[in-house]
C-alpha cells in the first residue's frame, strides 16, 4: 500500500510591486517618476465637453513636457501652422537641452469654457494658472532668472477629425 501522506505544494504568495514615487525637481536634479496625462474618453468626443476635457489634457501634457522634457504627445496634438505650440516645445526642448532640466512651471487649467463644435474650427477659452518655472544648469544653479509664476487667460482653436481634437491656434488673451 502506498503511503498517502499528503504533501505540501508551494503556493504563489501575491506581492505588491511598489509603485514609484513622484518626486518634483528640484536643485539636486529633474523630477521623477512624473504620471504621464491620460486622455479622458470624453475628449474623444467631438462634443463641448469633449473639446473642454481635451484642452484641459493639452494643457497636462504642456505641463508634463516642462517637468520631463518629453514634448512627443503635446506635438502630436497640436497642429503644424499652431505657431505658439511650436515656440512652446522648442521653448522646453532648448530649457532641457545640455544637461538642464526645468524645476517647477506645473500648470492648472481651473476654467475651460468651449463653443459647441459647428463642424469646424472651435474656440476654447482656458485660465491657465503656472507655478514659478526654473531652468537649471547641470550643476543644479538656476541657468537664467526665473520666470514668474502666472494666473493668465489663454483661447485656442482646435479642431476635430475622425481621430479627435488637434488645437490649431493658441494665444494669450490679454
Not at 475651460?112 to 463642424?119: E, F, I, K, S
Amino acid at each position: 500500500m502506498a503511503d498517502e501522506t499528503p504533501t505540501a505544494t508551494a503556493t504563489a504568495t501575491p506581492t505588491s510591486t511598489p509603485s514609484a514615487v513622484y518626486k518634483p525637481a528640484d536643485a539636486s536634479g529633474p523630477a521623477q517618476n512624473v504620471p504621464v496625462p491620460v486622455l479622458p474618453e470624453v475628449a474623444k468626443t467631438e462634443t463641448k465637453e469633449g473639446l473642454e476635457a481635451f484642452a484641459r489634457y493639452w494643457f497636462q501634457l504642456l505641463s508634463y513636457g516642462y517637468e520631463t522634457g518629453d514634448t512627443d504627445r503635446l506635438s502630436a496634438l497640436s497642429g503644424p501652422d499652431c505657431q505658439f505650440c511650436k515656440g512652446l516645445v522648442e521653448n522646453i526642448e532648448a530649457a532641457w537641452s545640455e544637461g538642464k532640466w526645468i524645476s517647477g512651471g506645473q500648470m492648472e487649467t481651473p476654467a475651460v469654457t468651449a463653443d459647441a463644435p459647428a463642424g469646424g474650427p472651435t474656440f476654447v477659452t482656458l485660465q491657465v494658472i503656472q507655478k514659478e518655472l526654473v531652468i537649471r544648469d547641470a550643476d543644479g544653479s538656476p541657468y537664467q532668472e526665473p520666470t514668474a509664476a502666472t494666473n493668465s487667460g489663454s483661447r485656442a482653436t482646435a479642431t476635430f477629425d475622425g481621430s479627435g481634437w488637434t488645437i490649431t491656434k493658441l494665444s494669450l488673451i490679454r
